[in-house]
């Protein structure tokens, strides 16, 4: 496997750790992992475009979620979404042609399964 896959691979682990470190208390904990466990399915039956409507839409432990998507789509090496745009207005864009659309599943697609991982190893449900 390449370098770069290796870092942007630990940079996800990395990414995903300290987003669920970054939660408040349990219950919160909880219901985003109940979100981080869903969200790829969501992606791949519904769109992303879908997704993460549904996302902004629904409580704050879910915008938490939505939020952690966009920052990701926007760091520097990632750079798929625009600093100043919101995740899903972006998506909406006509900025957005299917390539970038699909690199922005792809992306989202990947960065589900750390988070997944993570909540499952860092959230103890009780």
């Not at 992306?107 to 449900?125: D, G, T």
């Amino acid at each position: 496997m390449p370098t770069h896959l290796k870092n942007r691979k630990l940079q996800r682990q990395i990414f995903a750790y300290e987003s669920i470190k970054e939660l408040g208390n349990l219950a919160d904990k909880k219901k985003y992992k109940n979100y981080c466990e869903n969200i790829a399915l969501m992606v791949y039956t519904n769109s992303l475009v879908s997704a993460a409507a549904y996302l902004k839409s629904k409580d704050s432990v879910s915008k938490k979620l939505y939020d952690h998507i966009k920052i990701w789509l926007q760091k520097e090496e990632i750079d798929l979404i625009p600093s100043d745009k919101d995740l899903l207005s972006h998506l909406m864009s006509s900025q957005m042609n299917s390539a970038k659309l699909l690199h922005c599943t792809k992306e989202v697609m990947i960065l589900a399964n750390h988070l997944k991982e993570m909540a499952k190893a860092l959230i103890i449900s009780k």
